[in-house]
T-cell receptor, first 117, second 114 residues
Framework: AQTVTQSQPEMSVQEAETVTLSCTYD???????LFWYKQPPSRQMILVIR??????QNATENRFSVNFQKAAKSFSLKISDSQLGDAAMYFC??????????????FGTGTRLQVFP | TAGITQAPTSQILAAGRSMTLRCTQD?????MYWYRQDLGLGLRLIHY???????GKGEVPDGYSVSRANTDDFPLTLASAVPSQTSVYFC?????????????FGNGTRLTVT
């Protein structure tokens, strides 16, 4: 069974600095997608970034980028120039396809990020 | 655009009572999901529906049932609530089963079973 592990329950960063949130996953499949979701105190789930397993190039969305290491099954999120609005719970998630009869998004346990001024 | 609407926003429910959490989407998405979020456990899938008329069990289906009579609605029913069902419940949808289809989430329902 696929699993997603976020080993950092909490992280903190100074405003304008860079922080990296770690995520590892376990799977025997070759085709899948990885996602990072942000959950601010409002409880809303917001998609931050996504990465296809077949793409070697790391995805980037403005200040957010990932370091995808397929062989190591690692998918970390880097937040550059951190802002107070980045404070939230961040979830790493894995999705495989219906051909494996597992069409669902599997989440890690989350990392709470605090941003200090 | 409304996206996904969940109701109620929060609820306190006595153990043994039944309740239906409502979820409606206006994006004509085929796939819909119910997750529960618990501290330290992340989000866990309860039930899902790939298209109207079909449903499937997720990771933690016991004590819950769903139906998908049409594309827009995906209610979650607790037949006889227990305290361990105290949680925040999220409904989500995606356009299809393509791997890159992100999930769109509702704002959640906080349920407390006493």
């Amino acid at each position: 069974a696929q699993t997603v592990t976020q080993s950092q329950p909490e992280m903190s960063v100074q405003e304008a600095e860079t922080v990296t949130l770690s995520c590892t996953y376990d799977t025997s499949e070759s085709d899948y997608y990885l996602f990072w979701y942000k959950q601010p105190p409002s409880r809303q789930m917001i998609l931050v970034i996504r990465q296809e397993a077949y793409k070697q190039q790391n995805a980037t969305e403005n200040r957010f980028s990932v370091n995808f290491q397929k062989a190591a099954k690692s998918f970390s999120l880097k937040i550059s120039d951190s802002q107070l609005g980045d404070a939230a719970m961040y979830f790493c998630a894995y999705r495989s396809g219906p051909i494996y009869n597992t069409d669902k998004l599997i989440f890690g346990t989350g990392t709470r990020l605090q941003v200090f001024p | 655009t409304a996206g996904i609407t969940q109701a109620p926003t929060s609820q306190i429910l006595a153990a043994g009572r039944s309740m239906t959490l409502r979820c409606t989407q206006d994006m004509r998405h085929n796939a819909m999901y119910w997750y529960r979020q618990d501290l330290g456990l992340g989000l866990r899938l309860i039930h899902y529906s790939n298209t109207a008329g079909t449903t499937g069990k997720g990771e933690v289906p016991d004590g819950y049932s769903v139906s998908r009579a049409n594309t827009d609605d995906f209610p979650l029913t607790l037949a006889s609530a227990v305290p361990s069902q105290t949680s925040v419940y999220f409904c989500a949808s995606s356009p299809g089963q393509a791997l890159n289809s992100p999930l769109h989430f509702g704002n959640g329902t906080r349920l407390t079973v006493t």
